[in-house]
């Protein structure tokens, strides 16, 4: 078995974890170096049956394995995939893989931003009603290895990134019940454009029965548009009221379930933990999930009030010297950082900036500008547009001076230094880590060890 791609996320580690445990004599290759790979590495120490093939790629490795597994983001038309194709050799992703030896129930969760906080919520709302609940592919959990802890009355939550979906698709996998939350621009330096992102976004439904279940963003309209394409029963979810149909919304300072007969409260806003707007959304849309797998009102209404937020999400860290310090490094799309600046009334230093996607930082720069009292911004080329976007909203005689920074030390540091008791310090990048950061996550570990030196 080849493993094409180790990665640092933990998806390839748990991939090889899987098939040595089943008796697989596994290749690795990655581009990438020992050094680069090391901390991955570190977690496949002592295991046998593995050969590293690392710094480069050998045709063999492609042409002459019994199966290919690929890491997510290699996309199927890598000169390497297609070699193994061509010699006969079968090309799987973790994802295809898992659903293919998975017969337990999966409620898969997609969309551009908040899948891994919807993801998590689902998952402890089936805790909370006492149903054995599995995440897989959440945040940086692996995928393959987590089948060795599948009992029969399992129940799997898996996030689905569009890469994911691409190798479902191929196979015409979905889940018995999907959540997509919504399409917003993302990974256009991978997809070019958005309807071939949307595309790879759709097989979260596309094979799924009728007597399967997908919950919609009723607020989306390219979700709502392409749902209409689902062969599946639809359940929405929306800030508005939904008077027809299976619906989760909010009205009157509540958020409300509507089963088709009849509508029941849930939960005021009020006894909700977890801070900002798109958190009700991503509330809303587990609800929904959990309604239509089959939990009660009564088991769904009891968990609600005890969700918490997720590492690198709106995360508060520490409170110093009065300043309240928040690491939401996972956003990583301008709309993101918008929804992260809105969630706050106190004045907020922002922490951004980073790699390019081939996002539009436009309307990211108007809210900086309107939102914040001042901004650190970290090394990058996104950042070089950003700062552009930035500059062409100041008003004339109030232009305010922006740092950037080569370090998150120093972007920690320098916010300190401008905040005011009753502030927040936010890092909500917008942008990709990679330049400074090993990923997103080692960004957001960077931030909490930084906050946690200050003295």
């Given amino acids: 078995m080849t493993v094409f791609g180790l990665g640092l996320h933990g998806g390839g580690v748990g991939t090889v974890k899987f098939l040595v445990a089943n008796g697989a004599k596994v290749i690795v290759t990655d581009i990438k170096t020992k050094e680069q790979l090391a901390v991955s590495l570190e977690k496949l120490k002592g295991l046998k049956n593995i050969q590293f093939v690392l710094g480069q790629h050998r045709p063999e490795d492609f042409t002459k394995a019994d199966m290919v597994i690929k890491t997510p983001p290699v996309p199927w038309t890598d000169k390497n ?15 295809s893989l898992f659903f293919k030896l998975c ?44 089948l060795a802890l599948l009992k029969k009355d399992s129940v799997v939550v898996f996030e689905l990134s569009s890469w994911r979906l691409a190798a479902l698709g ?44 997908l919950v919609i963003n009723e607020d989306d309209e390219l979700v709502r548009e392409s749902a ?63 309604y239509a797998f089959g939990l009660s009102v009564a088991e769904i209404k009891k968990a609600i009030p005890n969700l918490k937020g997720v590492p690198h999400r709106l995360e508060f860290v520490r409170e110093f010297a009065g300043v309240r310090f928040y690491n939401d490094t996972a956003a990583t799309i301008p709309d993101a950082t918008v929804s992260a600046l809105n969630s ?74 401008v905040s005011s008791a009753g502030d927040v310090v936010l890092l909500s990048p917008g942008a990709a880590s990679f330049g400074l950061f090993l990923n997103e996550f080692d960004r ?3 931030f909490r060890e930084a906050v946690s030196k200050l003295k």
Avoid at 83 to 93: D, K, S
Avoid at 113 to 139: E, P, Q, Y
Avoid at 190 to 212: C, E, G, H, S, V
Avoid at 367 to 373: C, G, S, W
Wanted: charge should be positive.
């Fill in 81 to 95: 995939v297609k070699l193994a194709l061509e010699a006969g050799v079968p090309v799987e992703g973790d994802s």
């Fill in 103 to 146: 017969n337990n129930p999966i409620i898969g969760v997609t969309g551009s931003k908040g899948k891994t906080t919807t993801s998590v919520f689902i998952h402890d709302i089936l805790k909370s009603a006492g149903r054995h609940a599995i995440k897989v592919g959440i945040g940086q959990a692996s995928v393959l290895d987590k």
């Fill in 344 to 417: 706050f009334e106190a004045p907020i230093i922002l922490i951004a900036g980073g790699t390019d996607k081939g996002l539009d930082f436009s309307e990211l720069g108007k809210e900086i500008v309107q939102k914040t009292k001042k901004v650190v911004l970290l090394k990058g080329n996104a950042t070089d547009d950003l700062l552009i976007k930035i500059k062409k909203n100041f008003i004339e005689g109030k232009e305010r001076e922006i740092e950037v920074v080569d370090s998150m030390d120093e972007a920690v540091r320098k916010s300190a230094e």
């Fill in 170 to 213: 191929r196979f015409k996998l979905s889940p018995q019940v999907a959540v997509f939350k919504n399409m917003l621009r993302d990974h256009l330096n991978y997809y070019r454009t958005m309807d071939a992102y949307l595309k790879d976004k759709k097989n979260i439904f596309l094979y799924q029965k009728p007597k399967d279940w």
């Fill in 228 to 290: 209409k394409e689902a062969k599946s029963q639809i359940f929405r979810f929306s800030y508005d009221p939904i008077e027809k149909d299976r619906a989760v919304f909010i009205e009157n300072g509540s958020v409300f379930l509507n089963n088709g007969i009849d509508v029941q409260e849930l939960v005021r806003l009020a006894d909700i933990k977890v801070p900002g707007k798109h958190n009700l959304s991503n509330i809303m849309a587990a609800v929904a999930a959990c």
């Fill in 444 to 446: 957001g570990d960077k």
